[in-house]
């Protein structure tokens, strides 16, 4: 890997774990999370479409990777 | 004092490296805390353009098995017809059809989803397998998500007019993914990627062509002739918002890099919108651009003029455009017995692509004279998708 | 399935603290708020029963699958003094009587769609239910649902019904 980059990587995680440290609570309640619950509200609705579509174009261009997203949804249990 | 902290920056890395190895992740998205939502789909896929035309289904199947765990399988198949412009050039052999399968299983544990799956890939001129593994975590009342994921590949390269040809090409796959939840309509995601190659990674098929005053045409070929390493890092950024009057428009941008000297961006902005009783509709445009490995050339000055050689023109400097279109519609409960949910899925995506150094050679121009090459696609998607 | 909840149960029973259950201390925050019925209804009305309180929102999974293992419990357990009170917390309701006309149960629906209730009880996981025992005092939290919390509920509202 890139070192400067994973080093940049790094720091923005160690900031986001640190949130608790700096007293900052969750500003979107779990009770407040209907439209993001909502099924348009995904970054990759239907598996079996997006992995064909990246496909499509892993196999004619060069780039590759990053193309998926984790996370969203209702926040449930 | 500099030196030290970068070593232990280097120690970090090598213990995220070793906490990979020994995690899991599926190839699919992977939403926290819950889940995925049992479902099966069946896919019809085509792409026709540039010559080409592969078709084929894809299906896919997932449930959730004690609670915790969700296993899913996919079997897809490629079949292809006609011939591309490399095929058209120098009439090599071409298989096909690829089939592809894969199974996964991903466990549910309080807020962590632990994944694990295996792809394999075969044609007769090519057999891969991969296994990923990955972990995702939320974390800040479920507002962000991290996640890590490791893959391996191992290809067994072959070649048709060849029996004793046999190669070997090793892949690696590092992720980090970040997801943020914004405002109660805004959600943001970065993704980090790195893939390293190893091994035989040109195609036994293909050539590229030099100045030959000797032959008819002005040129010859020669084999294409790759670095056995590569490197690359991409790095997306999208961000999801929601419309008050219930819509969704994202937008994507991935910026990517490697040893091979191409550098490539892509921008893609995507609409989704509800209307009536369960129907949706879907408008997306994406364009991409890429700049030319290092040792590409359309046309090299005389055989074995560089060290490393390539004419594949997916290495070329090259742009394309895709416009795209979607409509899906949400049958009535009860449509399908023993189903929660279904809907019925076409998309059509159509792409351009534009090259800017790379030529076809099928016109009866002067070598290097040739005009750039260009070509649209239609990609089909149409599927149906329940929930049972 | 029935063997492995079983055992889900028997697990939770005996380490409470792995399932997110936690005992709770305070009077429970008196509201009125509208149910499904047209009528008000208070909390402090409901004194001299045990009541379950439970947060749901009809976009949220694991809230549609605990609702009928609500039901059950509150038909079981309606005559010995036990109510449950489903507090929907989405800001438009069409949505939660929907999926009640598909789920249909028979415990009080309660709207807060301005969130006031949520906030006071500091909901911070979907769904959450909170146990409050005869004398108006917050007794048990339970953050989350996952099959087989149902019978750790069943035990503390057995337990706080003895009382």
């Known amino acids: 890997m890139n070192p400067p980059n994973m080093f940049k990587l790094m720091i923005l995680f160690g900031i986001l774990l640190c949130s608790a440290c700096t007293g900052i609570s969750p500003w979107v309640k779990p009770y407040e999370r209907q439209n993001l619950a909502d099924p348009i509200m995904s970054f990759d609705r239907d598996a079996i479409a997006s992995r064909y579509m990246n496909h499509v174009y892993e196999a004619r261009e060069a780039a590759r990777g990053a193309e998926g997203s984790v996370g969203g949804g209702c926040g449930c249990n | ?388 | ?163």
């Open chain 2, 1 to 388: 004092m500099q030196k030290a902290v970068w070593e232990a920056v280097v120690a970090a890395t090598k213990l995220i490296r070793a906490l990979l190895l020994s995690m899991i992740v599926g190839s699919t998205p992977l939403i926290a805390a819950v889940l995925p939502a049992d479902r099966a789909d069946i896919l019809y896929h085509s792409f026709d353009g540039g010559g080409a035309e592969v078709t084929g289904p894809s299906v896919l199947v997932r449930k959730e098995v004690a609670d915790t765990v969700s296993i899913y399988g996919n079997y897809y198949v490629d079949m292809v017809s006609s011939a591309s412009i490399d095929v058209q050039a120098t009439a090599s052999p071409y298989s096909e059809e690829r089939t592809e399968t894969s199974v996964g299983i991903d466990y549910l544990n309080d807020k962590s989803v632990f994944s694990l799956s295996y792809t394999n890939s075969s044609e007769d001129d090519y057999e891969a397998q991969t296994v990923s593994f990955g972990i995702s975590q939320d974390f800040f009342g479920d507002l962000s998500t991290i996640g890590l994921g490791f893959s391996q590949g191992n290809d067994l390269v072959g070649n048709n007019t060849d029996d004793s040809f046999s190669q070997d090409t090793e892949h690696r796959r590092y992720n980090v993914s970040l997801t943020q939840i914004l405002t109660k309509n805004l959600i943001a995601s970065a993704v980090f990627e790195s893939v390293i190659d190893q091994g035989y990674l040109n195609n036994p098929y293909r050539s590229v062509r030099y100045q030959d005053s000797s032959a008819g045409r002005g040129y010859s070929y020669e084999a294409e002739l790759y670095p056995s390493t590569r490197n690359s890092d991409a790095l997306s950024l999208r961000a999801l918002y929601y419309l008050p009057y219930r819509a969704a428009l994202k937008l994507e941008y991935r910026h990517f890099s490697d040893s091979w000297g191409i550098v490539a961006d892509s921008y893609e902005a995507r609409y989704t919108h509800p209307f009536a009783n369960g129907w949706l509709m879907e408008f997306k445009y994406r364009a991409y651009e890429q700049s030319s490995a290092d040792f590409y050339s359309d046309l090299f000055d005389f055989s074995e003029a560089t060290n490393f050689r390539a004419r594949d023109k997916e290495l070329s400097s090259f742009g394309s455009q895709t416009v795209g279109l979607g409509i899906s519609y949400e049958f009535k409960p009860g449509f399908i017995p023993q189903v929660d949910k279904s809907t019925l899925n076409l998309y059509w995506d159509h792409i351009q692509f534009n090259y800017d150094d790379f030529r076809d050679v099928t016109s009866d121009q002067l070598a290097g004279e040739e005009p750039l090459y260009s070509f649209d696609a239609n990609v089909i998607r149409l599927y149906l998708s329940v929930w049972y």
């Open chain 3, 1 to 163: 399935m029935r063997t492995s909840q079983s055992l889900l149960a028997i697990l939770c029973a005996t380490a409470a603290f792995f399932c997110q259950a936690e005992p709770l201390s305070g009077a429970a925050h008196d509201f009125t708020l509208k149910t499904n019925q047209g009528n008000n209804l208070r909390l402090a009305e409901q004194r001299g029963n045990v009541v379950l309180l439970n947060f749901w929102a009809s976009w949220c999974g694991p809230c549609r699958q605990e609702m009928p293992k609500l039901d059950e419990l509150y038909q079981r357990y309606q005559s010995a003094g036990f109510i449950v009170l489903g507090v929907n917390v989405e800001t438009d309701s069409a949505a939660a009587d929907k999926l009640l006309k598909k789920i249909p149960v028979s415990f009080p629906i309660l709207y807060d769609s301005d969130s006031r209730v949520s906030q006071h009880y500091k909901i911070d996981a979907m769904p959450t239910s909170v146990l409050i025992d005869r004398s108006g005092q917050m007794r048990y939290l339970h953050r989350g649902y996952i099959p087989g919390y149902e019978e750790l509920y069943r035990q503390q509202i057995k337990e706080l019904i003895k009382e």
